[in-house]
């Protein structure tokens, strides 16, 4: 068993004023990624210039907070927010979803595209490949956080999560794993990808059923949101209840993406 590393989760602290690990990660996943999109499109095969790319990243960002916290609302706590709404506004206090962030982001692309004249799909394929960057950072908030673990384990690398219930038992540290599938795994592979011309949506199709398959295979290990267990046959999750449609996307997108190619 390891050592559960206990971090502070406030990182700064102005008297009352809170500056948290986790919106760190955030702040470092958006930078990094905007980082990254303004060296990948020096690459022939995209037609991107800079103040495309920053006015890309904003719109994003802001599908990110909103849908994020929209997505843990609608698909995990709903009952608790409908009876205290105004706790829908306490971001601090946490709860973000990916899935949700995912759809506010595809949101967001999708008004900013059609408003500059440009394909839908060829945004999200620049961008798709540095999602994994805040995925993984985020997860390692989680990490800080001690929230989201798994389940009770007597793997040589399991922690005892101070929070976890019931409590002084180790458990798998799932937050690390999805920071290493969603995070470092899967951008290498997106990265990699892209550094060559591919299909329309072919790299979009690639994230989501990369995320997908990813998110789907360590919900086996990950204990489930304790307000709502198990949906079904005592072990299907909500996480992976959102991931099928994820991967069934990718797979159709990829698909279509390389038929459209094979008819030219």
């Not at 989201?148 to 409590?167: C, E, N, R, T, Y």
């Amino acid at each position: 068993m390891l050592e559960y590393p206990s971090i502070d989760p406030v990182a700064i602290a102005f008297g009352p004023v809170q500056i948290r690990w986790y919106g760190i990660c955030y702040i470092v996943g958006i930078l990094a990624a905007w980082w990254l999109m303004n060296r990948r499109i020096r690459l022939p095969h995209y037609d991107w210039n800079r103040d495309q790319v920053a006015d890309l990243v904003f719109y994003a960002t802001l599908g990110i907070i909103i849908g994020g916290r929209l997505g843990s609302v609608l698909f995990y706590n709903l009952p608790h927010y409908l009876e205290y709404p105004l706790d829908i506004f306490k971001i601090w206090q946490g709860g973000m979803a990916f899935h949700g962030g995912l759809l506010g982001v595809l949101v967001a692309i999708w008004l900013y595209t059609r408003a500059i004249g440009k394909s839908f799909f060829a945004a999200t394929d620049l961008i798709a490949p540095m999602v994994p960057i805040g995925l993984g950072a985020g997860r390692i908030g989680n990490f800080i956080n001690g929230e989201l673990w798994g389940k009770i384990s007597d793997v040589p690398w399991a922690m005892v999560f101070p929070a976890a219930v019931p409590p002084g038992v180790p458990r798998h540290p799932t937050q690390l794993y999805e920071a290493m599938l969603e995070g470092v795994v899967l951008f290498a592979v997106l990265w990699w990808f892209s550094s060559k011309p591919r299909p329309l949506m072919s790299v979009s199709g690639l994230f989501l059923a990369g995320y997908g398959s990813f998110r789907f295979l360590v919900e086996f290990w990950r204990e489930p949101d304790a307000h709502l267990g198990y949906l079904a046959l005592d072990w299907v999750t909500m996480g992976q209840v959102l991931s099928v449609p994820m991967v069934l996307a990718g797979v159709i997108l990829l698909v279509l993406a390389y038929q459209a190619t094979d008819d030219r």
